[in-house]
């Protein structure tokens, strides 16, 4: 499979700005797009990132929408910025196959000063594959 046109190879560290990417160096590959304004993740089910039984393995899913969701609320809040997960929920709703694309797609429900809460959908070329809600600690600390 090649890569949808308009996607681009994400870089976890430049887009935080930072040196290095951290845990997400080691996930992927992953690319992104804007739609609208909105981040999107997107990444082709390889097999380094399926469990026993060929499938795409649910750790891997629920690692982008985290940082899928955050970007959505990176963008609500016009910048990238600190905001560690405080709470998420996530729903399987079909398998993610090897070979599929699957992408992120979501948005902020609502943010105060300190909290955000964004939910969104994990999408294969059958439909949903994943849905989830996450709240985010909004912080003042900046990423670097």
Same mark, same amino acid.
């Given at each position: ?44 089910? =390889? ?6 039984? &060929?499938? $795409? ?5 629920? *690692?982008?929408?985290?940082? /899928? !969701? ?27 196959? =090897? ?6 797609? &979501?948005? $902020? ?5 300190? *909290?955000?809460?964004?939910? /969104? !959908? ?23």
């Amino acid at each position: 499979m090649s890569v949808p046109e308009g996607w681009s190879l994400l870089d976890v560290g430049a887009r935080l700005g930072m040196d290095k990417p951290e845990f997400m160096g080691h996930v992927g590959p992953l690319y992104t797009r804007d739609v609208d304004g909105m981040p999107q993740i997107g990444f082709e089910v =390889l097999q380094h990132m399926c469990n026993p039984a &060929g499938i $795409c393995h649910g750790g891997m899913m629920m *690692t982008v929408m985290d940082v /899928g !969701l955050a970007f959505i609320l990176h963008a609500r809040l016009g910048g990238a910025q600190f905001t560690p997960s405080v709470s998420f929920n996530f729903d399987f709703l079909a398998p993610g196959e =090897l070979g599929n694309w699957l992408e992120t797609s &979501g948005q $902020c429900t609502q943010n105060t000063k300190r *909290t955000g809460f964004v939910s /969104g !959908l994990l999408t294969g070329p059958n439909g949903p594959v994943m849905s989830g809600s996450g709240i985010f600690k909004i912080t003042n600390r900046t990423i670097s």
